[in-house]
């Protein structure tokens, strides 16, 4: 069964440096989502891709944080400068094209620890 | 503004013990739709079901069911027989309908713990 993949599982860095998450959706799904989830809360919307457009980033923090989509397939989400608060688990999903609200399907996520 | 709310953060039960998880959603919107997620310890969320504004039968799927109230703006899930395997945190959401996204609002989610 096709799955959403993503890297690294797992991260841990330090206050004001750089990291990046990856992510790679189920093949021939147009869109793509990254939401982040804070302990003990929903997950909420940072930005979606709809191939390689932004649909909708009014959450996404881009003083800081940047996403793209450059082939319209796997999508990156980086941070920079991490701060203390962007501790969280990270989740990409994906869905197909033309169906309107299909169900998403998300991948295992990136838990990010800043110290 | 849109708004789902679960106001049961954690559940415990003993295993076979039918349990029910609440749902209560806001909007504005005529047309909508309404998913439940299960997210188990490995963190991935877990598509269950997802419900649109017009249909409002009850579903049955195995052990779960879905009753779906308008009135009350209610999406209750009830888990029949409850096993160790349910522990998970549930999240029900709330999506627009044929808006330019499909942005899921989540709830707060309601962790269920299943004792055997």
């Known amino acids: 069964e096709a799955e959403v993949a993503q890297s690294p599982r797992y991260k841990i860095t330090e206050k004001s440096q750089a990291v990046a998450f990856w992510c790679d959706p189920i093949?021939?799904?147009?869109?793509l989502y990254w939401y982040r989830q804070i302990l003990g809360q929903g997950p909420e919307l940072l930005v979606q891709?709809?191939?390689?457009?932004?649909?909708?980033d009014s959450q996404l923090p881009k003083d800081r944080f940047s996403a793209e989509r450059l082939k319209g397939v796997d999508s990156t989400l980086k941070i920079q400068p991490a701060e203390l608060g962007d501790s969280a688990m990270y989740l990409c999903?994906?869905?197909?094209?033309?169906?309107?609200?299909?169900?998403?399907?998300f991948g295992p996520g990136t838990r990010l620890t800043v110290t | 503004a849109q708004k789902v709310t679960q106001v049961q953060t954690e559940i415990s039960v003993v295993e076979k013990e039918d349990v029910t998880l609440d749902c209560v959603y806001e909007?504005?919107?005529?047309?909508?739709?309404l998913f439940w997620y299960k997210q188990p310890p490995s963190g991935e969320l877990v598509f269950l079901i997802r419900?649109?504004?017009?249909?409002?039968q009850n579903e049955i799927s195995g052990r779960y069911s879905w009753n779906f109230q308008k009135s009350t703006s209610s999406f209750n899930f009830t888990i029949t027989a409850s096993q160790v395997v349910d522990s998970a945190v549930y999240f029900c959401a709330l999506s627009d309908y044929g808006g330019a996204t499909n942005k899921l609002i989540f709830g707060t989610g309601t962790l269920l713990a299943v004792q055997p």
């Open positions: 093949s021939g799904h147009a869109t």
């Open positions: 909007t504005r919107d005529t047309t909508y739709y």
């Open positions: 999903a994906s869905s197909p094209i033309g169906q309107i609200n299909y169900e998403q399907y």
């Open positions: 891709f709809q191939d390689e457009s932004v649909v909708d």
């Open positions: 419900r649109n504004s017009f249909d409002e």
